[in-house]
């Protein structure tokens, strides 16, 4: 679905500095696959991510989305189509002036018909709890159901694949659940591949693959049980590992029968109690 | 003396079909020196709420005042309250609007009329305080930071403002794990060495737990319970209702209980959870094998 090969991105500061953000990545993301990228502040997620839709382009390296090279300006259309993209501060990614509209403004553009139209948005709002606001202005709601608005008009696009830049770091626990749900749902019943920034090793835990990235380079990239259980070169980076995690590998230590790469509640009362 | 919030109520919007009631008849009262955090689901107000707090948003029904001042009246000093009562707001990007990251920062601190060395002093500070470096980022547009880079400089722009009450609003949304931490560590020592005020909205359940004594939980625009961190943590069920939850380890102690173990449910920490699931073990162990010792 996406491959980057040697990607290099510079920034041009307003100063006149030159600032490598990326710094030679290579990766393949096939068709259908759930990644999620972590890694500190300023390492180069968002970055990168900007590559996958066009938004950005390589300073040097190639990327190609679905074997068309990004750097094909006359095809930036059809990368758009084939990439959505949430980005890290929903207020970016407002256009309308009622949810509703603002959700069918991707659809529109891609030409799709007004009922299908109408279909695509309902389901859109329904799968981020929003139908009840569809008549609000978009500006003007809260944090987190901005950020559902965000995530709705990237559903209604039915991209190939989605990019996500930490879609959920503004909702309430629940809201995260559904988000995620949905996520996973669209991954595993409708094969839409996705990538997801986040800050939550909780969710990283969620994907396929995790890939770790350190100062614009990928540093890490394996299953989460794989990654999770290095927690000393997690939190070099860092990063961190699930508090369940941490506690299994402290519980480990002092001769409990788990093992330490235990990821969520459920495995954990399991080791400790059977069934 | 402190906040006092007396009935509030607000609505976005009043008077259109579009009309929004954020507030219903919220009151409460935070003294000099707390720690308070605010929970509550997407939309239930609590960025209005804590609006008020500083007179962003002015009381339209029922009242808020701060050490005696009353924020409803007519003739109230917006400026005093201001330097009084510091605001992180939920979005960074609406409170980062100068050129550079040094003169976002400096522009607090240059309004309370300080020196150049004293502001320049206390941007140097700030900046360090939140766990950037000064040098690298000091002539940089706030625009070209990362996302959790720009969130620093917007928290960095109220410490150097120095507050009698610092609110955060979603302080850590966005930041690593690590700068997390630290963040949280360095506004835990303000609270302890400055003996300031402290109001922290988040949704993460983990770090209230940590932080707080005292957790305000927001429903649709109400006060749904106000008490001990513990106590609130150990209505699960009743969170769950209303989209919140409890942190992990909790939820771990909570299921082993369920099947017989004997924890304490209010567990927050690794630590506490390493010790409460040992003593109950080794209880487990003592039972069934003591008839052999
Ligand atoms: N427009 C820009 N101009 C100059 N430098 C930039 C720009 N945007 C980002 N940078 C710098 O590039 C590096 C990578 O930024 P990026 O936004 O990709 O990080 P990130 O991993 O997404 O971080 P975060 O977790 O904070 O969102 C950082 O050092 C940042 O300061
Ligand atoms: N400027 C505004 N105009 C109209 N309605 C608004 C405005 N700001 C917020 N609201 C509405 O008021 C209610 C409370 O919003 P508020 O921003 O206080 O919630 P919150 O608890 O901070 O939510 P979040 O956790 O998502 O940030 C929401 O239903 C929201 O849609
Ligand atoms: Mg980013
Ligand atoms: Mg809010």
């Given at each position: 679905m996406i491959r980057v090969e040697g990607l290099t991105h510079v920034y041009q500061t307003r100063q006149g500095q030159e600032l490598k953000a990326v710094d030679g990545v290579d990766l393949n993301i096939a068709p259908g696959e759930f990644v999620a990228i972590i890694g500190h502040n300023g390492s180069g997620k968002s970055t990168l991510a900007k590559h996958f839709n066009a938004l950005l382009t390589p300073t040097s390296g190639r990327v190609w989305v679905a074997g068309i090279s990004t750097s094909d300006a006359g095809r930036l259309w059809e990368i758009r189509q084939k990439v959505g993209m949430v980005f890290q501060n929903p207020d970016n990614q407002i256009v309308a002036t009622t949810v509703e509209e603002d959700a069918a403004f991707g659809p529109e553009n891609l030409g799709v018909a007004p009922a299908e139209i109408r279909r695509r948005v309902d389901e859109a709002l329904q799968a981020v709890g929003m139908e009840e606001y569809a008549r609000h202005a978009p500006h003007l709601l809260s944090g987190g159901q901005k950020q559902r608005v965000a995530i709705a008009g990237v559903l209604a696009m039915r991209p190939a694949c989605i990019v996500l830049?930490?879609?959920?770091?503004?909702?309430?626990?629940?809201?995260?659940e559904e988000v995620l749900g949905t996520i996973k749902r669209l991954n595993r019943d409708e094969g839409i591949t996705v990538v997801l920034i986040t800050h939550f090793m909780e969710e990283a835990v969620e994907a396929g693959r995790v890939i770790v990235m350190e100062n614009g380079r990928i540093v890490m990239d394996g299953k989460p049980k794989e990654v999770f259980s290095q927690v000393r070169r997690l939190k070099e980076l860092h990063l961190d590992v699930p508090p369940i995690t941490e506690l299994a590998q402290s519980l480990a230590r002092?001769?409990?029968?788990?093992?330490?790469?235990?990821?969520?509640?459920?495995?954990?009362?399991?080791?400790l109690l059977g069934n | 003396m402190a906040i006092v919030v007396k009935n509030l109520t607000y609505t976005y919007m009043k008077g259109t079909p579009l009309a929004a009631t954020a507030l219903h008849d919220v009151s409460f009262t935070i003294e000099d020196g707390e720690f308070v955090g605010i929970i509550?689901?997407?939309?239930?107000?609590?960025?209005?709420?804590?609006?008020?707090?500083?007179?962003l948003i002015r009381p339209e029904l029922g009242r808020v005042s701060v050490d005696g001042v009353d924020l409803g009246a007519r003739k109230v000093n917006l400026r005093a309250i201001r330097e009084k009562v510091g605001l992180v707001f939920q979005f960074p990007?609406?409170?980062?609007?100068?050129?550079?990251?040094?003169?976002?920062?400096?522009?607090?601190?240059?309004?309370?009329?300080?020196?150049d060395a004293a502001v320049a002093r206390r941007v140097k500070d700030a900046i360090a305080a939140v766990g950037l470096d000064y040098e690298a980022v000091?002539?940089?547009?706030?625009?070209?930071?990362?996302?959790?880079?720009?969130?620093?400089?917007?928290?960095?722009?109220?410490?150097?403002?120095?507050?009698?009450?610092?609110?955060?609003?979603?302080?850590?949304?966005?930041?690593?794990?690590?700068?997390?931490?630290?963040?949280?560590e360095k506004i835990r020592q303000m609270y302890e060495e400055l003996g300031i005020t402290v109001i922290l909205v988040s949704h993460n359940m983990e770090e209230v737990a940590r932080m707080v004594k005292r957790l305000i939980v927001m429903h649709r625009g109400r006060i749904a319970l106000d008490g001990p961190v513990r106590e609130i943590?150990?209505?699960?069920?009743?969170?769950?209702?209303?989209?919140?939850?409890?942190?992990?380890?909790?939820?771990?102690?909570?299921?082993?209980?369920?099947?017989?173990?004997?924890?304490?449910?209010t567990v927050f920490t690794v630590e506490e959870a390493r010790v409460e699931i040992l003593a109950a073990l080794g209880q487990n162990q003592a039972r069934r094998f003591g008839n052999l010792g």
């Open positions: 830049d930490e879609p959920t770091a503004m909702l309430d626990p629940v809201g995260r002092e001769g409990v029968p788990v093992t330490p790469d235990t990821l969520t509640v459920e495995e954990m009362v399991q080791q | 509550g689901q997407t939309g239930s107000g609590k960025s209005t709420l804590i609006q008020h707090l500083n007179a990007e609406h409170q980062v609007f100068e050129e550079t990251v040094a003169a976002d920062t400096a522009f607090g601190p240059r309004n309370l009329g300080l020196s000091k002539g940089r547009s706030p625009y070209e930071l990362s996302g959790g880079q720009l969130r620093l400089i917007a928290i960095a722009g109220v410490l150097a403002m120095q507050p009698r009450v610092l609110i955060l609003d979603e302080p850590t949304a966005g930041l690593d794990p690590r700068g997390r931490d630290e963040l949280l943590f150990r209505q699960a069920e009743l969170l769950r209702e209303i989209g919140l939850a409890t942190p992990q380890l909790t939820q771990l102690a909570r299921r082993l209980r369920e099947k017989g173990l004997k924890v304490d449910e």
